[in-house]
């Protein structure tokens, strides 16, 4: 297991001895890595909760796990020494995030709670903690190798001394056009959508109930079961405008906002907190039912532009700038950016699951008919039409193809190197000290942690 999957583990898995660790365990320190202990029960959490996740480990868990967590504590360290701090939003998000994977694994609010024998703001405030230190580990990380730099001459030194059996394969790659139509929701469920909203602030307002009860009772964001419609601290720019401009004109708790619209939804909004340029607020997000028949005539909007574009009228591009919904790829000819590389190149698995069924099947150049689909970032369900723009089939990687792909192998290998050397420079200057029965017959990865 590398380093960034160990404080993964550390930060997603790790939620209370309770949660895990049979009761009649009695703790004790095994490991003590400067002034900071290891425990017993941590080692045993981390042990059943990659059981559960179906990890299996290269060498005796006892052994593997502690040197994890102390390599762990060596950056967290060297963090404190140099005041590497993270911040509370990307903590809150992480957490909110983390939260919502259990919900949806487990159920239900109730029976998470049952599973880890903690309440939710328990299981929140260990999560918290465990993600902030992650996040500081990964921003010392960062920290150390973002000098690391290679030249084109030694990326193509490094493969053209690999044998060919070790060459990477790249999977096949896609660039895909996309038009998307929100279909037309009838003034009359946009408007009870509205009529609920302002119920609800009448029932605050006269103090029948609380804003957070309401929320964690009937709003449709996902987690605010959990948060009570509580956002983490955000700047302006981080939030959809048309909610930030309410948000950051909020002067008093007591206040309920009026009904704004944003991408996702219709919100009403309650001021948590206000620091600086950032805002903390809760919120009640409703989203008005969609009819069948509006998203019947979506897509037959949809397919009559495909027929016009299919017959020369005019082109996809001009018609993903003109008529498409879809903000993102309006200015860029209709085309899907990729987030995880920067580019607009996708393997089939990191398309959006609907996408990648209807283009697996399609030729390049070949326009679909519309299908509907709910992207992630608002979940509100859109009619598609896409082109397929490319494809590039499966291959052995080549400089000419693949360099920016090529280059990060490298670039990955000499940050792995330099951290590796950083840890064992390290161990050298910390104080370690093993349990007699928890150090024999271990094979560490980092041998310092025995000194002579």
């Known amino acids: 297991m590398n380093l960034k999957t160990t404080v993964l583990c550390v930060l997603m898995l790790c939620l209370g001895v309770t949660a895990f660790a049979q009761d009649n365990v009695v703790d004790e320190v095994v490991w003590i890595v400067g002034d900071e202990p290891i425990l017993k029960s941590e080692v045993e959490e981390a042990r059943l909760s990659a059981i559960y996740n179906g990890r299996r480990f290269d060498g005796d868990p006892y ?33 909110d995030y983390q939260t919502n994977q259990y919900l949806a694994a487990i159920g239900s609010r109730e029976k998470m709670e049952e599973y880890f024998n903690k309440t939710s703001s328990q299981i929140r405030e260990t999560l918290r903690e465990n993600v902030r230190e992650g996040l ?3 921003e010392m990380q960062r920290k150390l190798v973002e000098g690391v730099k290679v030249t084109p001459a030694e990326v193509r030194r490094h493969f053209q001394n690999l044998p060919p059996d070790s060459i990477p394969y790249v999977p096949t790659q896609v660039e895909v056009q996309i038009i998307t139509q929100q279909p037309r929701i009838p003034i009359e469920e946009v408007e009870a959508v509205k009529a609920r909203l302002r119920e609800f602030t009448d029932r605050v307002n006269k103090g029948e109930t609380s804003f957070s009860t309401l929320a964690r009772m009937y709003s449709e964001e996902p987690g605010a ?69 509006a998203i019947v005539a979506g897509m037959g909007r949809l397919d009559s532009i495909a027929d016009d574009i299919r017959n020369e009228k005019f082109k996809f591009e001009e018609a993903a700038a003109f008529l498409s919904d879809d903000k993102n790829t309006r200015r860029n000819h209709g085309l899907l950016p990729n987030p995880n590389n920067n580019t607009s190149r996708f393997e089939m698995q990191d398309l ?56 990060d192998i490298v670039l990955d ?18 104080y370690v000290r093993i349990k007699d029965s928890w150090k024999h017959n271990c094979n560490f990865k980092y041998p310092g942690w025995i000194k002579d």
Not at 254 to 274: A, M, N, R
Not at 364 to 387: H, Y
Not at 392 to 397: C, L, V
């Open 63 to 95: 052994c593997v796990i502690p040197e994890e967590l102390a390599v762990q504590k060596l950056f967290l360290h060297q963090a404190e020494l140099d005041s590497i701090e993270v911040s509370e939003s990307d903590v809150i998000a992480q957490v």
């Open 136 to 138: 500081r580990v990964q």
């Open 225 to 293: 079961a959990m948060t009570g419609g509580e956002l983490p601290f955000y700047g302006r720019g981080q939030l959809d405008p048309a909610f930030a401009n309410v948000a950051f004109n909020l002067q008093s708790p007591d206040k309920v906002s009026k009904i704004v619209e944003s991408e996702y939804g219709f919100h009403i909004i309650q001021l948590i907190e206000k620091r600086g340029d950032r805002v903390r607020v809760r919120h009640i997000l409703l989203k008005p039912h969609v009819p069948d028949s």
């Open 352 to 407: 959006p699951p609907e996408i990648a069924k209807v283009v697996d099947k399609m030729e390049v150049g070949e326009i679909s008919k519309a299908f509907t689909m709910i992207p992630q970032n608002t979940g509100k369900e859109v009619c598609v039409i896409v082109k397929l723009k490319s494809r590039i089939n499966g291959h052995k990687a080549t400089i000419a193809e693949d360099y920016q792909r090529l280059k």
């Open 413 to 430: 290998k000499r940050r792995a190197e330099l951290l590796d050397e950083w840890i064992r420079k390290k161990q050298k200057t910390t």
